[in-house]
């Protein structure tokens, strides 16, 4: 039986896990069997470079966590070596650095997707494949900022036709 002390601190991790789970836009949980510490090294730089937060998580206290938020979907996951990856608010940079890191290193095989929430409810590996794939916030942005931008450059050159052909005629 766990002392007192053990078992406070063990409450206190789940309480640290289940306010993780909901004041996150996103998670995405991980297995890192046998990524090598300087795999593990570049990983954790490219997610806190995306402002990612990324911890190493004891099974049996993220899965009573997860019961208590409502993910006991994600029961099943917790086995083996498990990590969370979060994000307060960039829904989809944790899947993205994630999905990135584990194509550019198919050789330095260790890591792998295991599951995921956004917003409150839990996601499928396809769906976390898919926000993987949707552009950065920033791009988007800048998308937007372009598309509206050539508009703005259209409407200017229609005018600007329009005024050289009123004054060819006059």
Same mark, same amino acid.
């Given at each position: 039986?766990?002392?007192?002390?053990?078992?406070?601190?063990?409450?206190?991790?789940? *309480?640290?896990?289940?306010? &993780?789970?909901?004041?996150?836009? +996103?998670?995405?949980?991980?297995?890192?069997?046998?990524?090598?510490? *300087?795999?593990?090294? *570049? /990983? &954790?730089? #490219? /997610?806190?470079?995306?402002?990612?937060?990324?911890?190493?998580? !004891?099974?049996?206290?993220?899965?009573?966590?997860?019961?208590?938020?409502?993910?006991? *979907?994600?029961?099943?996951?917790?086995?083996?070596?498990?990590?969370? =990856? +979060?994000? !307060?608010?960039?829904?989809? =940079?944790?899947?993205?650095?994630?999905?990135?890191?584990?194509?550019?290193? #198919?050789?330095?095989?260790?890591?792998?997707? !295991?599951?995921?929430?956004?917003?409150? !409810?839990?996601?499928?590996?396809?769906?976390?494949?898919?926000?993987?794939?949707?552009?950065?916030?920033?791009?988007?942005?800048?998308?937007?900022?372009?598309? /509206?931008?050539?508009?703005?450059?259209? /409407?200017? &050159?229609?005018?600007?036709?329009?005024?050289?052909?009123?004054?060819?005629?006059?």
């Amino acid at each position: 039986m766990p002392s007192e002390k053990v078992l406070e601190q063990k409450k206190a991790v789940v *309480e640290s896990l289940k306010e &993780r789970f909901q004041s996150n836009a +996103t998670g995405v949980f991980v297995t890192y069997s046998g990524l090598t510490v *300087e795999k593990d090294t *570049e /990983l &954790r730089n #490219k /997610l806190r470079e995306a402002g990612v937060e990324y911890t190493v998580i !004891k099974n049996t206290l993220a899965r009573f966590a997860a019961n208590e938020v409502g993910f006991e *979907e994600l029961s099943d996951i917790f086995n083996g070596t498990t990590a969370i =990856a +979060t994000h !307060k608010e960039d829904v989809v =940079a944790p899947a993205k650095v994630l999905s990135e890191f584990i194509d550019a290193n #198919k050789e330095a095989a260790g890591i792998e997707i !295991k599951a995921g929430f956004v917003e409150g !409810k839990v996601v499928s590996l396809d769906e976390i494949k898919a926000m993987a794939k949707v552009p950065s916030k920033e791009t988007l942005y800048a998308m937007l900022a372009g598309g /509206l931008n050539a508009t703005i450059a259209g /409407l200017a &050159r229609a005018i600007n036709a329009v005024k050289e052909k009123q004054e060819a005629e006059a």
